[in-house]
């Protein structure tokens, strides 16, 4: 089965600055999907961004972008001008579509952001 | 809105007992997917249907078991319930059909609480 590796428990970041999220995994696929997702206090599970194995761009949703290293299998999440509403945990998710469309999920990382 | 719809949202129940989940889909989904997110915690697959028919089990207690039915919607059966039950259920749904590569939309969780 596929793994998904958050190596960062907890983050802090200035409000205003940079901050990026790491998450590896571990696959034999050639085709995959990879996602952050995004948990609040509130505890809603909100799609941040998503990106497609077989893209070689980066995706960028305003202020997120992602760093995907496929060859590493490194798919890293940046928040710029990062704001309070930011706090929240964030989830790496893999989307294996050639095992029933399984998703994996990584154990998060809890950023805080500091006025 | 993700459109994911889960009741009860909040349950408090005592050891022992036996609750129902329930999950209504977004519109056109045929995958359910239910995890269990403990305090502090990642979330744990339990299991997955597609169409009415399981299609994948996580780590899913004896004592829990699951259903999809003919409109698709779905139910989470937890019975016997243990003190360490207590937790954020979440339904997720997804198209999952073949060259379908969208993301997970999750519910807002049913809290589950066993005193």
């Known amino acids: 089965a596929q793994t998904v590796t958050q190596s960062q428990p907890e983050m802090s970041v200035q409000e205003a600055e940079t901050v990026t999220l790491s998450c590896t995994y571990d696959?034999?696929?050639?085709?995959?999907?990879l996602f952050w997702y995004k948990q609040p206090p509130s505890r809603q599970m909100i799609l941040v961004i998503r990106?497609?194995?077989?893209?070689?761009q980066n995706a960028t949703e305003n202020r997120f972008s992602v760093n995907f290293q496929k060859a590493a299998k490194s798919f890293s999440l940046k928040i710029s001008d990062s704001q309070l509403g930011d706090a929240a945990m964030y989830f790496c998710?893999?989307?294996?579509?050639?095992?029933?469309?399984?998703?994996?999920f990584g154990t998060g990382t809890s950023l805080t952001v500091i006025p | 809105d993700s459109g994911v719809t889960q009741t009860p949202k909040h349950l408090i129940t005592a050891t022992g007992q036996r609750v129902t989940l329930r999950c209504s889909p977004r519109?056109?989904?045929?995958?359910v997917y239910w995890y269990q997110q403990s305090l502090d915690q990642g979330l744990q697959f339990l299991i997955q249907?597609?169409?009415?028919?399981?299609?994948a089990k996580g780590n899913i207690l004896e004592r829990f078991s699951a259903q999809q039915f003919p409109d698709l919607h779905s139910e989470l059966n937890l019975s016997s319930l243990e003190l360490g039950d207590s937790a954020l259920y979440f339904c997720?749904?997804?198209?999952?059909?073949?060259?379908?590569?969208?993301?997970?939309?999750f519910g807002e969780g049913s809290r589950l609480t066993v005193l």
């Open positions: 519109s056109g989904d045929l995958s």
């Open positions: 997720a749904s997804s198209v999952a059909a073949s060259g379908w590569y969208g993301e997970l939309f």
């Open positions: 696959t034999s696929e050639s085709d995959y999907y």
């Open positions: 990106q497609e194995a077989y893209k070689q």
């Open positions: 998710a893999y989307r294996s579509p050639n095992t029933g469309n399984q998703f994996y």
């Open positions: 249907y597609y169409n009415g028919e399981e299609r």
